[in-house]
């Protein structure tokens, strides 16, 4: 009943404001009242906390004192940043080790290598664009033949076949067989873009055999890492190649 009546009366009862700003002193904004005082007296308080720690800590510091994120970390515009360490492991290497054995990559590892064989072995590599250019050299007597030396003359073939590394038939040839296969300009183009297609499927097997090769060798590094002999790092583990780690020689019973 008592609590009632004290809500009763707190409803009748006079409200009660806070003083605004006076108007000769609109000017300098809103009138601060107690409790933006006491927010802007503990930002205050708490900043010369922090810079009282921070002299304390200038003062006790010990010149030689070392840290070894101290050789991870530079002075950037006044603030300390960790070095960007190298990627060691691709995601996709990741989603491989975690998921799948070693022999299951090794599995497709040995399958890749047949197709590439196989696809060597059709296309003979002869002008391979990824290939090493090889270079023919012809020897002279005089300084006068090198300055008569014609390419086309000395191979005795069409100057139009000079830069061929295969099918490079001489003049004599061209006269007396007839011209076997296509000739007429669209088969050729149909003919050099599939074998370059060709090219281009050997290349991307040739770097999917590599990226298997090294998740395989990877995979194989960890579990050999179970082993409980001592054993040192050498090498760091990167993106193309393993950890290599050297372990103490043990003598087997």
Known sequence: ?????RKAAKSRQREHRERSQPGFRKHLGLLEKKKDYKLRADDYRK???????LRKKALEKNPDEFYYKMTRVKLQDGVHVTKQTKEEVTPEQLKLMRTQDVKYIEM??????????????????????????????FFFDTKKEVEQFDVATHLQTAPELVDRVFNRP???TLQKEKVKGVTHQTGLKRIAKERQKQYNCLTQRIEREKKLFIIAQKIQTRKDLLD?????????????SPAIYKFQSRRKR
């Open 1 to 5: 009943m008592a609590a009632a009546f």
């Open 47 to 53: 900043k010369q906390e922090y810079l009282r720690a």
């Open 108 to 137: 497709k590892r040995v399958a890749e290598a047949k197709k590439i064989e196989r696809l060597k072995s059709e296309l003979h590599l002869l002008d391979f664009q990824g290939k090493q250019q090889s270079k023919h050299v």
């Open 170 to 172: 001489r003049i004599e």
């Open 228 to 240: 409980k002999t001592q054993k040192v790092k050498v090498k760091k583990e990167t993106v193309n």
